[in-house]
């Protein structure tokens, strides 16, 4: 959408979600163009980590304000994570954890996000790495066979 009413909707987005707004059209895309091709069709079932992601980085981006604060001027919004953002840090994460867990929690909601979004198989990966055994899970390991 373009003039007036694009730039309206645009307006509410930063103020409600902050710089995840950025996020909204090329998610929407995604998810769209999973109904009609089959390379995307995992994006059918698995759209809800994109939710995810989206209230990660609105929590991030309220969560370390000074280090956001000319991201919260360029788009005019209350907190670079919007609304949104401020709410799940004021009234839950950050109330409940504090600033430290909050961030943990973020980035690992972040990670288990992308790996159920990509279908990402950290056993294979890890498997790869061809990592040795440390001494004490070798005699776990042997016990085991």
């Known amino acids: 959408m373009a003039g007036w009413l694009g730039a309206n909707i645009a307006n509410f987005c930063f103020f409600i979600f902050g710089a995840a707004g950025y996020l909204i059209p090329p998610a929407l895309l995604l998810i769209g163009l999973g109904q009609f091709f089959d390379a995307l069709i995992f ?14 980085l609105m929590g991030i981006l309220d969560l370390f304000p000074e280090s956001f604060e000319v ?29 430290a867990g909050a961030c943990i ?17 950290i056993n294979e990966w890890v ?18 066979e």
């Open 43 to 56: 994006l059918r079932k698995r759209w809800p980590w994109l939710l995810v992601w989206g209230v990660c």
């Open 127 to 144: 498997r790869t790495l061809r990592i040795p055994p440390l001494p004490f899970a070798q005699s776990a390991l042997d016990k085991e």
């Open 71 to 99: 991201v919260k001027r360029n788009i005019g919004a209350p907190s670079a994570g919007g609304y949104v953002g401020m709410f799940l840090n004021d009234f839950i994460f950050e109330a409940v954890v504090g600033k």
């Open 105 to 121: 929690l973020f980035l690992v909601l972040y990670l288990v996000g992308f790996m159920y979004l990509t279908n990402f198989q």
